[in-house]
């Protein structure tokens, strides 16, 4: 919370290259399973939360965009290609695996229901592991090296001496 009582979310894209500060009451967390939201997304769905109202700030870089329709433009990370905004007239809604803490913004509403997936609803009856619990891939998991941001603030990205290790 901020000193004036409202919340603040953190988050930003996978490489680090672009970081979000939010101030305010987000408004609701929805999915949106219209096709050009599969494609922005490549994904399924587009889980989205409107920062309309809020103070958005970009504090490390800002998204490139892509004019996706006469109304709408995506922002993405120029470096990694996370998708992180959909912008529209009447506000701005960032991605919600893009925050910090996507766990605190659960979908309330689901948009664009002409291009729902057959499947999408049977894929909670589909079998289920951790990524350690595969044993064809155990050591593939044990050996890897991860150079994606953490999920909170950091004063310097890449850290000193990994500059470049995500490019080889």
């Not at 990694?80 to 659960?106: R, V």
Request: with cysteine; aromatic share 10%; glycine share 10%.
């Amino acid at each position: 919370m901020s000193l004036d009582n409202k919340p603040i979310y953190t988050g930003g894209c996978q490489c680090g290259a672009i970081r979000f500060r939010v101030e305010g009451k987000l408004g609701d967390a929805s999915i949106c399973h219209c096709r050009m939201c599969q494609k922005a997304f490549g994904n399924f769905f587009a889980p989205l939360t409107s920062v309309r109202g809020t103070d958005l700030q970009w504090t490390r870089g800002e998204p490139k965009r892509f004019q996706s329709s006469n109304h709408v433009k995506r922002g993405f990370c120029g470096n990694c290609g996370t998708p992180l905004t959909y912008e529209a007239p009447d506000g701005m809604a960032l991605a919600i695996a893009a925050f910090d803490h996507p766990e605190e913004l659960a979908p309330t509403i689901q948009w664009g229901l002409e291009g729902k997936l057959p499947y999408i609803d049977d894929l909670r009856s589909l079998p289920g592991y951790t990524s350690e619990d595969d044993p064809e891939s155990a050591e593939f998991i044990k050996t890897m090296i991860s150079y994606q941001h953490p999920d909170h603030e950091t004063d310097q990205w890449p850290p000193l001496g990994m500059q470049g290790e995500a490019d080889k």
